[in-house]
């Protein structure tokens, strides 16, 4: 597949639609990973597309273009400071994108701060996946509110800890509408309980 010119990258960073622009984006920001020489066109663009945030896939790329030319720190505190953005939908996605582990605390912090389900959301699930022992007690703390209550589960199981089996055993019982398997079946929150205790008990054989 032809690869678009850098002229026409730098033209469709640009475009007001979301498509061109975000596959702009990514086609600069692989560039940039790939080839030295377009890191002094690059860097100012894509520090361009996080002082004026338009959507999650131009933002994802351009922090991976930072990492890729000024390194871990600017990219860093570029997505530190997207979390402040108001936009709770767009944050969460941009959260989604953080999940290297030396986000860990940061997301950590927002969980913390912002309390909006989406952000809530995101955070648990990719603090889960990193295996992020330190975010424990914040999840656990979502069990008691119902519309986090279905990604707490599956984040404690996704963490491994032991401590969680305890936590969890007790929603077996639970018959409560969860959420529909990738199949589209129903399953009860004391499904979505007894999957996260099998998940810990299995990574706990083999972490």
């Known amino acids: 597949m032809k690869q678009p010119?850098?002229?026409?990258?730098?033209?469709?960073?640009l475009s007001p639609d979301p498509y061109t622009r975000g596959s702009a984006m990514q086609a600069l920001s692989m560039r940039a990973r790939e080839d030295a020489s377009v890191h002094a066109m690059a860097l100012p663009i894509f520090r361009a597309a996080i002082a004026e945030p338009k959507d999650a896939w131009s933002i994802g790329s351009a922090l991976a273009g930072i990492r890729a030319i000024s390194g871990d720190g600017e990219c860093r505190a570029a997505a530190v400071r997207l979390l402040e953005l108001p936009d709770s939908s767009l944050v969460s996605r941009i959260v989604l994108w953080m999940s290297d582990p030396m986000f860990a605390g940061?997301?950590?912090?927002?969980?913390?701060?912002?309390?909006?389900?989406?952000?809530?959301?995101?955070?648990?699930?990719?603090?889960?996946?990193?295996?992020?022992?330190?975010?424990?007690?914040?999840?656990?703390?979502?069990?008691?509110?119902?519309?986090?209550?279905?990604?707490?589960?599956?984040?404690?199981?996704?963490?491994?800890?032991?401590?969680?089996?305890?936590?969890?055993?007790?929603?077996?019982?639970?018959d409560t509408p969860g959420r529909d398997d990738d199949r589209g079946y129903p399953l009860r929150i004391g499904d979505l309980a007894a999957q996260s205790i099998r998940q810990i008990q299995q990574k706990l054989k083999s972490p």
């Open 106 to 174: 940061d997301l950590i912090a927002i969980m913390r701060r912002r309390l909006e389900a989406p952000i809530q959301t995101a955070a648990m699930r990719v603090l889960g996946r990193m295996r992020a022992v330190e975010a424990f007690d914040l999840i656990f703390d979502n069990l008691s509110k119902r519309e986090l209550r279905c990604d707490a589960i599956e984040a404690l199981g996704e963490l491994g800890d032991a401590r969680a089996i305890a936590l969890l055993e007790p929603l077996v019982a639970d």
């Open 5 to 13: 010119t850098l002229e026409a990258i730098k033209r469709d960073v």
